[in-house]
């Protein structure tokens, strides 16, 4: 999915909500070892500076260029451009070879990947044993019942201009192939769910919606779903341009180990 979201890249940073510690606590209580985690899809790093405050070191890898041009900066995590002719023995080898990673973490992108290719590089490169894999993804946000049933509305409008690997986050990660052993954060076909809150206003809201790579492709082909009209409805149901609001992600975590 390489370019899938250089367009946006520069408004994904500001837009897309920092995830809790509270979770990256979670998944370091599982790892006995806290010395390299990789966070993979990373984007703008917005996992790896959260991973960052349990482990030593965080590689940090992306294929898209433009999404690490505008990366949180973190002493301890470094930021790699992975590109797609990378074979997989220079990317274990990047990662200091197999067996080498306690954690490794994929935040709403695993979807977009390769599951053939990448599971097999995961399951060389984790730590047998203590290593833990954790993925997981948000597809719908919340704020009240009136504003709710617009952006429902809304959202629909993008899923001719879904790509369908995207398929696995509109299913909240239920039909994600995940062999993997649980360790108590769900299990494949049963993600554990979690709720996240950001507080937005209606320009961020805005934002959010020109951050989908949906709203990018459609608008690569002339459509245009944040006309003036809708534009105008949702700002009449959100209650004026200057009201903020919080906002719930509610969110789908699977963690698991490699089976042995």
């Not at 897309?16 to 806290?34: C, I, N, Q, V």
């Not at 703008?44 to 949180?72: C, F, M, P, R, W």
């Not at 080898?93 to 935040?107: K, Y």
């Not at 590089?121 to 047998?128: D, P, S, T, Y």
Request: hydrophobic share 40%.
């Amino acid at each position: 999915m390489a370019g899938l979201f250089d367009n946006q890249a520069a408004i994904y940073v500001d837009v897309r909500p920092r995830y809790p510690g509270e979770w990256f606590s979670m998944l370091a209580a599982l790892t006995p070892d806290r010395s390299l985690a990789w966070d993979v899809g990373t984007g703008n790093g917005q996992a790896a500076v959260g991973v960052a405050e349990h482990y030593k070191q965080v590689i940090a890898t992306d294929i898209s260029e433009e999404q690490l041009k505008h990366a949180i900066p973190h002493p301890q995590v470094h930021y790699l451009h992975t590109p797609l002719m990378m074979s997989d023995d220079e990317l274990v080898h990047l990662l200091g070879g197999e067996n080498s990673v306690d954690l490794i973490t994929v935040a709403s992108a695993v979807h977009w990947f390769d599951l053939e290719k990448f599971y097999p590089i995961v399951k060389r490169v984790l730590r047998k044993p203590g290593g833990i894999f954790a993925v997981w993804c948000y597809s719908r946000i919340k704020f009240s019942p009136e504003i709710d049933v617009l952006l429902a509305v809304h959202f629909e409008r993008t899923f001719p201009f879904q790509n369908p690997n995207f398929k696995h986050a509109l299913e909240c990660y239920k039909t994600l192939p995940f062999p993997f052993e649980s360790v108590g954060v769900g299990c494949e076909g049963q993600p554990l769910e979690l709720d996240m809150e950001k507080k937005m206003s209606f320009q961020g809201l805005l934002k959010f919606f020109r951050s989908l790579s949906a709203f990018n492709t459609a608008k690569g082909q002339g459509v245009d779903l944040l006309s003036d009209e809708v534009v105008k409805e949702l700002e009449s149901a959100w209650g004026g341009p200057e009201v903020v609001r919080t906002v719930i992600y509610t969110t789908y975590m699977l963690a698991g180990k490699v089976k042995l």
